[in-house]
């Protein structure tokens, strides 16, 4: 029954030829001379090679949408995005459950010749797709009090600069995006990178999932983080697999049932937090 569940959701039609928004329509400061270069496919399953930053945007099915809004920030360690099986799939999982959801495709600081950092463009493309989304909610019916984030993997590290990041922006800036809050009102990590997390979690945190499997050697962060969580008495909802490995996406793919089924974790996450109505949860 879970498997049938998650193939409807994944495989329900949607929008074909989704929006997509550069998060700098001049280009990324300090990369606008290098906007105009095209992508590179390092593997089928992934892009590099991102000099225009966007978000592409996959709106629920018509009468579906609740007001709720999720970005996604697929993996791939800086070097490449996991575009596919950590973006576009889901992103329409997401959009079946009638949460607005938005792909970012991000600069990446390790790839080669980049001359990128992450504490400098990471962060921007980050917060920049965050204010985005806040400062034109009323577009897409999204409530502005319920944009989540979600970040696999290196993704996972956005999310951390994300959460743990300033929040509001400069209220006096002449670009309105740049004005609003860049902090996400619920996170979720999955088998996430270390890099962004800090040693103590502000008593603002926003509510937290996490999830990893045990045979992952990127777990160890994201337990540390989670008993921050705990010390600051935030909510924070942990899952350690019993296996998986590293880089298990949506978990379709997995010979693993407790894999397989993760997304429902998830679900029930936001419907416990109030993301989703319960009745969505029954379905």
Excluded: C
């Amino acid at each position: 029954m879970v498997a049938l569940l998650f193939s409807l959701t994944l495989l329900s039609p949607l929008a074909d030829d989704p929006a997509v928004i550069p998060l700098w329509p001049n280009g990324a400061p300090g990369s606008e001379s290098r906007r105009n270069e095209p992508e590179s496919q390092p593997h089928p399953w992934s892009v590099a090679h991102i000099y225009n930053p966007s978000l592409t945007v996959y709106l629920p099915p018509a009468g579906k949408a609740n007001g709720a809004a999720i970005v996604i920030a697929p993996g791939g360690g800086h070097t490449e995005l996991v575009v596919g099986e950590e973006g576009t799939k889901p992103a329409k999982f997401f959009a079946n459950l009638g949460i607005t959801a938005f792909v970012l495709k991000y600069r990446l600081f390790r790839e080669q010749g980049s001359n990128l950092t992450f504490d400098k463009d990471t962060r921007a493309d980050t917060y920049r797709a965050m204010r985005l989304v806040r400062s034109r909610a009323s577009e897409w019916g999204i409530d502005p009090n319920k944009i989540g984030m979600i970040g696999f993997s290196a993704g996972g590290e956005n999310l951390s600069l994300a959460v743990f990041g300033p929040g509001p922006g400069d209220a006096a800036g002449p670009d309105p995006i740049d004005r609003a809050d860049e902090r996400p009102n619920f996170a979720a990590w999955i088998y996430p990178g270390p890099l962004g997390m800090p040693k103590v979690v502000p008593p603002d945190a926003p509510p937290a999932f996490m999830l990893s499997a045990t045979d992952d050697d990127h777990s160890d962060a994201m337990i540390v983080l989670a008993q921050a969580y705990r010390v600051a008495k935030r909510p924070v909802e942990l899952h350690i697999l019993n296996g998986g490995g590293h880089g298990f996406n949506m978990g379709d793919r997995s010979k693993l049932i407790a894999v397989k089924a993760w997304p429902q974790r998830i679900v029930d996450w936001l419907t416990d937090i109030g993301v989703l109505p319960k009745a969505d949860a029954a379905k």
